[in-house]
């Protein structure tokens, strides 16, 4: 069975830095385009980061120059190192794997806050 | 990179039908077939509805239905249930490789 698990989450104040990890289990994250989204509270949707083959990324503007997605193939596991925290971070984050044809399959999600 | 245009809310009674509009651009739903809806109940997270416009994953009821005309997608959900209840938010690929997410829409069953 295909499964995302996040974690990583905390409460950290602005201005820090966190990293959260996506472990991946029933299949490899080496072959597969790997997006992070995130929900802010009470909030929709919002798309944050994709990792695609060869190591290329893409993200939104609201987090470019301070996220960083990435992966260790050795472990399995998708990352999302996130740097000069703002309070409108604050949201759960999920990580998905995304098929060709645009379809997600979604992890349970992971709550960052970022408040002083 | 601005949200896809959803309705923010929909209502119908049990049994009827509701239809759910995406509306985006040319570079994004109106160019590819990318695109896919996604239903979350409360305090849950995102459920893999629609994919490739119109195709459903197995396990999905064929109650839910998608197309798309032009730069607009469109979810259906016919014979409205009690559990279909929830935010429901369309997802398009985008010309400059990235992902962009609906303003998302709740359904309510009267």
């Known amino acids: 069975e295909e499964q995302l698990v996040e974690s990583g989450g905390g409460l950290i104040q602005p201005g820090g830095s966190l990293r959260l990890s996506c472990a991946v289990s029933?299949?490899?994250?080496?072959?597969?385009?790997l997006s992070w989204v995130r929900q802010a509270p009470g909030r929709g949707l919002q798309w944050v980061s994709i990792?695609?083959?060869?190591?290329?990324?893409y993200y939104a503007d609201s987090v470019k120059g301070r996220f960083t997605i990435s992966r260790d193939n050795s472990k399995n596991t998708l990352y999302l190192q996130m740097n000069r925290l703002r309070v409108e971070d604050t949201a759960v984050y999920y990580c998905?794997?995304?098929?060709?044809?645009?379809?997600?399959?979604w992890g349970q999600g992971t709550l960052v806050t970022v408040s002083s | 990179q601005s949200a896809l245009t959803q309705p923010p809310s929909v209502s119908g009674s049990l049994g009827q039908s509701v239809t759910i509009s995406c509306t985006g651009t040319?570079?994004?739903?109106?160019?590819?077939?990318?695109v896919s809806w996604h239903q979350q109940p409360p305090g849950t997270a995102p459920k893999l509805l629609i994919y490739?416009?119109?195709n459903r994953p197995s396990g999905v009821p064929d109650r839910f239905s998608g197309s798309k005309s032009g730069n607009t997608a469109s979810l259906t959900i016919s014979g409205l249930q009690a559990d279909d209840e929830a935010d429901y938010y369309c997802?398009?690929?985008?010309?400059?490789?990235?992902?962009?997410f609906g303003t998302g829409t709740k359904v309510t069953v009267l």
């Open positions: 029933g299949f490899t994250v080496r072959s597969n385009y």
């Open positions: 490739e416009v119109s």
């Open positions: 998905a794997r995304v098929s060709l044809n645009g379809a997600f399959d």
């Open positions: 040319s570079s994004d739903v109106g160019l590819y077939k990318r």
């Open positions: 997802s398009s690929y985008t010309s400059s490789s990235t992902y962009v």
């Open positions: 990792i695609y083959g060869g190591e290329n990324t």
